[in-house]
């Protein structure tokens, strides 16, 4: 039997030399690191590339919040900037005797549109234009001659946008065939 295992053990070296055998091991490892290399540098790009993407989705809705946020401020100011719109209509019929008040009353109402304006408040502009669904509200509609039909010839409220998206409609009388 020690024979054989001499037999074995020099047909083992003659086959594959322990240097060669070392070599071969060395070279599968090393491919083998270089695929874990290859799939983590994969995954590390894939990574940074979904971490710009939120970078830009979190700067995106930071400025989407900024610009509307103050939209319910604004809601609650359109309310002060209706009341002055009422205020200079009676001081308007009062005649001369509220002529005083009515111009005191239309700079500070000009200062707060201005001062709106500058936040990216916009009135829409609603009289005598073709009724749009998605900046009016029809509160009632009229016969009217000489103006053509879905046209709006009063105005109870005045909408409102801000920074381009709709804030609040306006109340209007739209025109109707007789």
Known sequence: MEDNEKFESVAAEQAIPPEQQELD???QELETLKKDRDGIYDRLLRKQAEFDNYKKRIDREKSEFMQFASAELMKEVLGVLDSFDLAIRNAAAEGAAGENTLRGVELIHKQLQDTLARFGLKPIEAKGKKFDPNFHQAVSTQPANGVEENTVIDEMRK????????????????????
Request: aromatic residues 4%; proline residues 4%; glycine residues 8%.
């Open 159 to 178: 909408g409102y946008t801000l920074n381009g998206r709709l804030l609040r409609p306006a109340m209007v009388s739209v025109s109707i065939k007789e």
């Open 25 to 27: 091991n060395l070279k």
